[in-house]
């Protein structure tokens, strides 16, 4: 990947409250079953390779730190409500990504 092009964003989140008795406390199954149906759906739906200008974050402020490098062409997520805890936090967020010419492409 060059260094002026831009990545596919990836953002992996689970909450703590979707982890069953068999995640125990860790969120690593989760994420794991999370990052292959948003994967699946990048190949399938939209025709996107997982290759090195594809980044998976599983920190918010990470991915918002390159969004504001300008260094994200499109972030995919598994669920909008993945971006943020309240709808007007979600929007912000929306409004921030559109402002940046970000992408945003959703599983559900």
């Known amino acids: ?31 794991q079953r999370q990052k292959e149906l948003i994967v699946e ?27 504001e490098r300008h260094k994200v062409k499109r972030l995919v997520v598994y669920s909008l409500d993945r971006l943020g805890s309240t709808k007007d936090e979600i929007e912000g967020i929306l409004f921030e990504l559109g402002a940046e010419g970000v992408e945003l492409l959703t599983v559900q």
């Open 41 to 67: 759906a990048m190949k399938s739906r939209w025709g996107i390779e997982v290759n090195d200008s594809v980044q998976f974050y599983k920190s918010r402020r990470d991915l918002f730190m390159d969004i």
């Open 1 to 31: 990947m060059s260094r002026d092009e831009k990545i596919t964003a990836v953002y992996l989140m689970v909450r703590k409250s979707e982890l069953t008795p068999e995640d125990g406390d860790s969120y690593e199954g989760p994420l």
